[in-house]
């Protein structure tokens, strides 16, 4: 069978990092109620000249220099996102012409924090449908650009950045000891809008809006949906917490990390954190991590991954691969 295979990763932040002593001046906050609280200690905010495209771009060129590929190897190009450059045309076709790609499909995947799962499931479904042999794969966002700098609830957590994968389908046994994704399991439930969302966009405000999100309410929820989603991989592969070499989870708060982690009996040294260095990034969460432990060489080739995300709809997914 074809099994849709890592053959690249890499990623991009903005240049300019906020600290949380600087968020103290803006809100009445403290850094050790950030810390404490979520585990963030900075985020990487965008400036000028930076966009979710052109931070997008610089995760997909720096991919695609680790695969030894070009653009012209690419059928097709996913973004995951929720801060599109422009409401339309798609963040992807842009990063597709910024590449000088002008061959092959690219879209957008929306499915906020969930996004990137959401996009490597849909790029699986491709590869092992015969749609397309090589995916890139991206979660970009600037959520800066969407929160209310006012309220201190929510812009605390938040962060710009981008990561991308490149993944490609290789003749594989069938087996768990393969390479590549061997089980996607995606979720969501429109019933908790209310509780994390944009409070505008084209067909209701015609303005962009502002995210707004009752965080008590969605962390009320977060532990039991990973948990459901992890253990459907666990099922789907008959897989254990046991065989796992890294969780790799959605970075929205290092106690939703360190809670979802212990119900599920996975170690905390086998779980990947960066909440602390780029805060929550929503779809560009789990491709930065990603990147950060594939690089300092803890995520090695034949090591099995979990991959998790919960966010706004709600939408929650899970993706379990090897490396
Ligand atoms: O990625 C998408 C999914 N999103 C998430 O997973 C976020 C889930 N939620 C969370 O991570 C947490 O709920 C938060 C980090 C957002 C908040 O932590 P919490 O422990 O749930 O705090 P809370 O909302 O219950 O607020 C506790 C107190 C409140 O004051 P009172 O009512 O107890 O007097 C808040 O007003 O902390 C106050 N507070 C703050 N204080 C200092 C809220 N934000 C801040 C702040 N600085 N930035």
Redesign the pocket.
């Known amino acids: 069978m074809i099994r849709s295979v890592v053959r690249g990763f890499g990623a991009s932040l903005p240049k300019r990092v906020m600290t949380n002593s600087e ?1 103290e001046e803006k ?4 850094d050790e ?2 810390v404490q ?2 585990g963030i200690r900075q985020r990487y905010i965008a400036g000028e000249g930076e966009t979710t495209a052109s931070l997008g771009e610089a995760a997909a060129r720096a991919a695609l220099d680790k695969a030894g590929l070009t653009a012209a190897d690419l059928d097709v190009i996913i973004v995951a996102t929720s801060t599109p450059d422009n409401t339309f045309p798609a963040t992807a076709v842009n990063i597709q012409n910024r590449l000088g790609m002008h061959h092959g499909a690219a879209f957008d995947m929306q499915a ?2 969930s996004g990137f799962i959401y996009a490597v499931a849909t790029a699986d479904a491709y590869i092992r449908g015969g749609l397309a042999k090589r995916v890139l794969v991206i979660g970009a966002e600037t959520f800066s650009r969407i929160l209310d700098w006012s309220d ?7 962060g710009d950045g981008a990561g991308a994968i490149i993944l490609e389908g290789q003749e594989s046994s069938g087996t768990t000891a393969d390479r590549g994704i061997l089980t996607a399991q995606l979720r969501s439930d429109g019933a908790h809008k209310e509780k ?1 969302y944009v409070d505008g966009g084209p067909s209701t405000t015609g303005t962009v809006g502002h995210l707004r ?7 009320k929820h ?1 532990v039991g949906m990973i948990t459901d989603v992890i253990e459907a991989a666990f099922e789907a592969t008959g897989t254990t917490a046991d065989d796992l070499d890294w969780l790799v989870p ?4 290092r ?2 990390i360190d809670g979802s982690a212990r119900k599920l009996g996975i170690p905390l040294e086998k779980v990947v954190v960066t909440v602390d260095l780029h805060g ?1 990034t ?1 779809a560009a ?1 789990i491709p930065l991590a990603l990147n950060v432990a594939a690089s300092d060489g803890r995520i090695k080739k034949g090591d099995l991954v979990l991959l998790e ?4 709809g709600f939408t929650w997914g899970s993706v379990l691969l090897r490396w």
């Open positions: 968020l809100v009445d906050t403290s109620w950030i609280r979520t906020v924090c201190r609830t929510t812009c605390v957590l938040f994390l999100m009752e965080g008590r309410e969605v962390f977060a959605h970075q929205a708060n106690r939703i929550n929503s969460s995300a919960m966010g706004g």
